[in-house]
Antibody, heavy 113, light 106 residues
Framework: QVQLVQSGAEVKKPGASVKVSCKASGYTFSSYGITWVRQAPGQGLEWMGWISAYNGDTNYAQKFQGRVTMTTDTSTSTAYMELRSLRSDDTAVYYC??????WGQGTLVTVSS | DIQMTQSPSSLSASVGDRVTITCRASQGISYYLAWFQQKPGKAPKSLIYAASNLQSGVPSKFSGSGSGTDFTLTITSLQPEDFATYYCQQYNTYPFTFGQGTRLEI
């Protein structure tokens, strides 16, 4: 069965960077894209962007342009999302997904001084 | 960006009830609309794709309809496990925006 397993919770200081990983199994990784979605505490879902695991093409939400980089490593079937210049309002659970049906368990990123 | 507006934002219902949640897009999105259910502390679960297609394994008590700008999610015979937050999402145009969510409460 399809599984997406994300890296563990992170605590970062404002201005730092975080890199969240998402290891896929149960399907041909390079045949599908990976979507990243985040959810701030008590808030709704926010689409961050998408990366093709086939050729690395990306599409980022304008809000994150210049601060986010999504990458994949087909040798390990792992996707990564790096967010830089963290602010307190980046505190959220970050999800990877093989949209729409398969989701990771989420990674809590806390940004606090 | 396409704005997705759900109504109502919250809804109280009882076990056995039938409820309908509406999602409106700020511009036409054809049938590129998905519905998700999310329970506290859990990842979203896909219910419906392409506006009216049931995701594999999702019970037929969930149904979706609509095209263009107006969409609905209907849930019949509510059970305790159906009380959750529901989100619509358009995937016609990047960025693939979500509605603000509808909290379904007992």
């Amino acid at each position: 069965q399809v599984q997406l397993v994300q890296s563990g919770a992170e605590v970062k200081k404002p201005g730092a960077s975080v890199k969240v990983s998402c290891k896929a199994s149960g399907y041909t990784f390079s045949s599908y894209g990976i979507t990243w979605v985040r959810q701030a505490p008590g808030q709704g879902l926010e689409w961050m962007g998408w990366i093709s695991a086939y050729n690395g093409d990306t599409n980022y939400a304008q809000k994150f342009q210049g601060r986010v980089t999504m990458t994949t490593d087909t040798s390990t079937s792992t996707a990564y999302m790096e967010l830089r210049s963290l602010r307190s309002d980046d505190t959220a659970v970050y999800y990877c997904a093989r949209a729409p049906s398969d989701w990771g368990q989420g990674t809590l990123v806390t940004v606090s001084s | 960006d396409i704005q997705m507006t759900q109504s109502p934002s919250s809804l109280s219902a009882s076990v056995g009830d039938r409820v309908t949640i509406t999602c409106r897009a700020s511009q036409g999105i054809s049938y590129y609309l998905a519905w998700f259910q999310q329970k506290p502390g859990k990842a979203p679960k896909s219910l419906i794709y392409a506006a009216s297609n049931l995701q594999s394994g999702v019970p037929s008590k969930f149904s979706g309809s609509g095209s263009g700008t107006d969409f609905t999610l209907t849930i019949t015979s509510l059970q305790p496990e159906d009380f959750a937050t529901y989100y619509c999402q358009q995937y016609n145009t990047y960025p693939f925006t979500f509605g603000q969510g509808t909290r379904l409460e007992i």
